[in-house]
């Protein structure tokens, strides 16, 4: 029988992430859930919620990676949302690709060490603010419930000497942003419907260029 907390990872499958998945990132979950009584990992309003509202919302942007990419950089990492996600789905498809965690939190930090040292995953954790980096060269930069668009291209330009994506989420207002953005940025974009909201979709910028 399977298990009825797994059953709800269904809905990833048609992006490729296997069954065998399906209980590592529940156990990560888990962790969170367990830890968050003593950091703040995520809003103790949506631990009920968090099986679909943080690791099934993580995990739908493993449909926008190049499997050709090598290194991935989580701008702001938090509790592992979603570097943590997207690293556990990439060992279970037997990949090379490293991710690098920025998280500034000196506990949350300590979380994700903990948890990529648990899971032995492909990734390196820097507490430190990117902000404060420079001369940064990855293929792939990915943010969740981190800063609004305007400042993370703006922080891609600055900080990064080279990459080739940005995923990340937009929510209802998305037009606006969009619109807003391209008046001051050139850029092309691909977008995919997320999920887990109706009001929220997942963005994949290339190409950035400041007007």
């Known amino acids: 029988m399977i298990d009825s907390n797994i059953i709800e990872y269904s809905k ?5 992430v296997s069954r065998e998945t399906f209980p590592e990132l529940e156990e990560f979950r888990s962790l969170i859930l367990e830890r968050n009584k003593d950091i703040n990992l995520i809003s103790s309003k949506s631990e009920l919620i968090s099986r679909e509202r943080h690791i099934i919302d993580s995990a739908q942007i ?3 990676i190049d499997i ?6 989580d701008i702001g990492s938090g509790s592992g949302l979603p570097g943590i996600v997207l690293a556990i789905i990439m060992k279970h498809r037997k990949s090379d690709m490293e991710f690098h965690l920025y998280e500034k939190s ?3 930090s300590n979380f994700l060490k903990e948890v990529s040292k ?3 995953l492909k990734t390196k954790i820097f507490q430190k603010d990117i902000f404060e980096e420079k001369n940064l060269k990855t293929d792939l930069i990915v ?4 800063k609004p668009l305007p400042i993370i291209l703006q922080l891609a330009d600055k900080n990064f000497k080279k990459f080739k994506n940005i995923i990340l989420y ?3 207002n998305r037009k606006e942003i969009l619109k807003e953005s391209i008046m001051k940025w050139q850029f092309k974009y691909e977008e995919k419907k997320s999920l887990t909201s109706e009001d929220s979709i997942l963005i994949k910028i290339s190409n950035l260029k400041k007007i």
């Not at 050709?68 to 950089?73: G, P, Q, R, S």
């Open 106 to 108: 000196y506990h949350k």
């Open 170 to 172: 937009l929510g209802r």
């Open 68 to 73: 050709n990419d090598k290194l991935c950089i």
């Open 12 to 16: 990833l499958e048609p992006l490729n």
């Open 62 to 64: 493993i449909d926008f």
């Open 118 to 120: 648990k899971f032995s």
């Open 143 to 146: 943010a969740r419930a981190f």
